[in-house]
């Protein structure tokens, strides 16, 4: 059984596979002073939870653009799990030709995306991933990896707005009654779900006047399923995406 891990800024998200199948999967938050030991036995209680051993993990397979946590979770997976992960970096086959001026630059994560869509949706697409940031990122009809786009996320802007305003409370992002809000927080809940649906809505549009008419439109990250409600233009919605990108660049390695 292979074990996949994709540690983001906000959250760490876990999955398990048998050959091709996904088991279980999990998303904890990423919490950046928590030690070695503290993520061992975090991964070992989601195990137990999911009635799988320690024992039945035969490999790892990880991405992080987190630095920090990088070298921390390699030593929970050592000593906890009995195995080094594969860390997707510079020197992983990964499939995938960087087209970007620096390849070096992009994030693990949005390469092992695009490993997961040229196998399994292929180009010309765009994927657009609700996490920390929300970012989209462009794939050719070859499926070599482009570039994309960077816009806060969701979860920062909400932050932005409580903390600088004085009279403005946290509200759950779920969708309000109606567009125009009648009260604060219904106003705040239909700027923040709307709005980023707006933003997807155009730049969708924006890149499939460069990628062309048969650009795919795949939805990953957190927030993905909560914002395909409100929108046509999201086609798939894949919230494990990465983790399926982790299992096939995995099979690429051995």
């Not at 709005?195 to 795919?216: H, S």
Request: hydrophobic letters at 45%; one cysteine or more; charged letters at 20%.
């Amino acid at each position: 059984m292979l074990l996949t891990i994709d540690i983001g800024n906000t959250n760490i998200t876990l999955g398990l596979y048998q050959g091709e199948t996904r088991g279980p999967s999990f998303r904890v938050a990423t919490i950046h002073r928590e030690m070695p030991d503290e993520y061992g036995m975090k991964f070992l209680s989601l195990l137990e939870h999911a009635g799988i051993a320690a024992s039945q993990i035969e490999g790892i397979c990880m991405a992080s653009v987190v630095p920090p946590l990088t070298s921390k979770v390699i030593q929970a997976c050592e000593k906890y799990l009995g195995h080094t992960p594969l860390n997707v970096d510079a020197g992983c086959k990964t499939g995938v030709r960087i087209l970007y001026e620096d390849p070096k630059a992009v994030g693990a994560d949005r390469i092992v995306d695009c490993a997961a869509v040229q196998r399994l949706y292929g180009g010309p697409a765009c994927v657009v991933d609700f996490g920390t940031g929300t970012t989209f990122d462009a794939i050719t009809p070859e499926g070599d990896y482009l570039g994309g786009a960077i816009a806060p996320g969701i979860g920062i802007a909400a932050e932005a707005l409580f903390s600088r305003a004085a009279k403005l409370s946290r509200v759950d992002l779920v969708r309000p009654p109606s567009v125009i809000g009648r009260n604060t927080p219904h106003a705040m809940q239909s700027g923040l779900l709307f709005g980023y649906v707006g933003l997807v809505e155009g730049m969708v549009a924006r890149f499939r006047e460069e990628l062309g008419p048969r650009m795919k439109v795949i939805a990953t990250g957190g927030l993905a399923e909560v914002i395909a409600k409100e929108t046509d233009v999201l086609e798939i919605t894949a919230p494990w995406l990465t983790l399926d990108g982790l299992r096939i660049i995995w099979e690429l390695n051995q």
